[in-house]
């Protein structure tokens, strides 16, 4: 986990953390804590392309199918994520 996506995590709430001048202490139990919470990889979606090639264009169109929003929806929603 790079510096950049921890600073991140502490000022979103998700890692508590002390700051101590201009650097940031997370305790160790915290750690082991956030840690035993995260999921692993193949959980969140990316073991998908460790079984094997994927045919990007059947599962682009399976995504699509899935997917009930109209694009004006997709566009205002994108907007919104990047407000906050």
Do not use: H, T
């Amino acid at each position: 986990m790079s510096p950049e996506a921890v600073r991140n995590l502490i000022r979103k709430g998700e890692l508590p953390a002390i700051r101590v001048g201009k650097q940031y202490r997370i305790p160790q139990k915290v750690l082991d804590w956030y840690l035993a919470q995260a999921e692993l990889p193949e959980a969140m979606g990316f073991g998908m392309w460790s079984k094997g090639p994927v045919d990007s264009l059947s599962y682009i169109n399976s995504v699509r199918e899935e997917d009930q929003q109209s694009p004006q929806e997709f566009l205002d929603e994108l907007s919104r994520e990047e407000e906050e």
